[in-house]
């Protein structure tokens, strides 16, 4: 997402001012995104908010203490929790699609493993191998070692842990966000600015 | 994660060009400082610090934009920004592995292969990344870096109407590096200065 460039900055006139006017328009692109990002399907819109929370952010960190009141500081850390919500929030977007990939990988592989055991026991019993107990035995041995071997659950377990955490920060971001507004978060931001 | 150094005598009522000159020269020194041990594979706090010093070093660059010449800027944020990226690859493997760590520890162990063979792969991965990393992070390309953002800098105290700084020796990055190894010189609260 591209940043909205900034107008009338002018090198020259105080820091203080040139830093309002930048907040004011980082602080118009994250409010920008508040209807869509809080759809939870709309992933991209959560992920291009997270980067508006880290424009505002990094206008703030460089500026709050000097340039505005302690409510800036305040602004700062809150820009920085939502940014680092958002950010959890996108790692499992990217990871629970990954992980459900390798999901099918490994269970393609498995069946194709599966296929070739059931099929080497076909092919000795053609050739007029006895179905002993001592075949059975084997054949269950080799079906054991590829079972421990299996890496599957593993995978699962990871991947719905993925997914409950993502549902989890989800919640907590709508709270996040709800908050922001009852506390007035932009207008007591605006309010400090000075312009 | 190292705190950011304080800007000494930064003001909001000094002109924007000058503030971005004395938060530039601070966050340059603290890349440098940071540049330590960075390729240390079992110390990823080392790199963690550098990256972080890396973010505000780049939001610098980005927040005082109209301060700088335009093209030497757009030079040096690619430059910063490979960086970052170069230094995010490795960080990103660092932190997957001790979280699929963490994990499989509490999994029953019929439960544990697949994990185990992820945090393998990841390993590939971590070392690959530090490899790649490694060229952006030689004595004598981040001693270039440096002098260039410290050259941006004086632009932009110029532009906010002083006279340039008196800029560090970044000869001295590549000295220090030669002895510490990863590259950068000793701590300070002047950096290269």
Known sequence: ?195 | MAKARPIGELSGKEPMGLGAARIVRVRTSELADHSREVLELGEVDHLHDMRVATRRLRAALEVFEPCFPGKAHASVLDAVKDLADALGERRDRDVAIVSLQEFSQGLAAPDRPGVRSLVETLRREQIEANEALRPYVAPERLASLCERLYELADEAANRGGQAPAEAPAPERLTEASAENGAGTHENGAGGLQ
Request: net charge positive; proline share 4%.
């Open chain 1, 1 to 195: 997402m591209k940043a909205k460039r900034v107008k009338k900055l002018d090198p020259e006139a105080p820091l203080a001012e040139n830093a309002a006017r930048i907040v004011r328009v980082r602080l118009s692109e994250l409010r920008s995104f508040g209807p869509k990002a809080l759809d939870p399907e709309r992933s991209r819109d959560q992920h291009d908010m997270r980067i508006a929370a880290k424009r505002l952010r990094y206008v703030l960190e460089v500026t709050a203490e000097t340039c505005f009141g302690p409510y800036a500081e305040t602004a700062l850390k809150r820009t920085k929790d939502l940014q680092d919500l958002l950010g959890e929030i996108h790692d499992r977007d990217v990871q629970v699609p990954m992980l459900a990939e390798h999901l099918e990988t490994l269970r393609e592989r498995g069946d194709e493993a599966a296929r070739r055991l059931v099929a080497q026991e076909q092919r000795a019993r053609a050739n007029g191998a006895a179905a002993s107990e001592a075949t059975y035995r084997s054949f269950r041995r080799r079906l054991d070692a590829w079972s421990r071997a299996d890496q599957r659950p593993g995978i699962e377990a990871l991947l719905a842990r993925r997914r409950r955490e993502r549902d989890a920060l989800y919640a907590r971001f709508l709270g996040e966000w709800a908050r922001l507004r009852e506390d007035g978060f932009r207008g007591r931001l605006e309010g400090v600015l000075g312009i």
